[in-house]
Nanobody, 122 residues
Framework: QVQLVESGGGLVQAGDSLRLSCTAS????????MGWFRQAPGKDREFVAA????????KYADSVKGRFVISRGAAKSTVYLQQNSLNSEDTAVYYC???????????????WGQGTQVTVSS
């Protein structure tokens, strides 16, 4: 069955960096737009970043622009989220997402991963 699996979360100090990974279960995901959302305790899920199926276009939430970088690996069914200059407001569960059959982000994703916890102290 289709599946998105995230990894790379953890507990870090403010100012540190993490790289989250998301691997899709099928090579067709290399042609789909993919991205990341996050949900902090007591708050709604929010958009973080997205990348086109071709890897030539990206989009970021204002809160992470200039600090986070989304990219696709050589095997484009894998997507990364490089998180730099982390602060306590970045603490959340981060979810990988994919838009089936779409090259670009548009509306709600069709697939979700299980989430990976990022906790930033201080």
């Amino acid at each position: 069955q289709v599946q998105l699996v995230e990894s790379g979360g953890g507990l870090v100090q403010a100012g540190d960096s993490l790289r989250l990974s998301c691997t899709a279960s099928h090579h067709l995901f290399s042609t789909y737009a993919m991205g990341w959302f996050r949900q902090a305790p007591g708050k709604d899920r929010e958009f973080v970043a997205a990348i086109s199926g071709g890897g030539d276009s990206t989009k970021y939430a204002d809160s992470v622009k200039g600090r986070f970088v989304i990219s696709r690996g050589a095997a484009k069914s894998t997507v990364y989220l490089q998180q730099n200059s982390l602060n306590s407001e970045d603490t959340a569960v981060y979810y990988c997402a994919a838009w089936s059959g779409r090259l670009y982000y548009n509306g709600s994703p069709d697939y979700w991963g299980q989430g990976t916890q990022v906790t930033v102290s201080s």
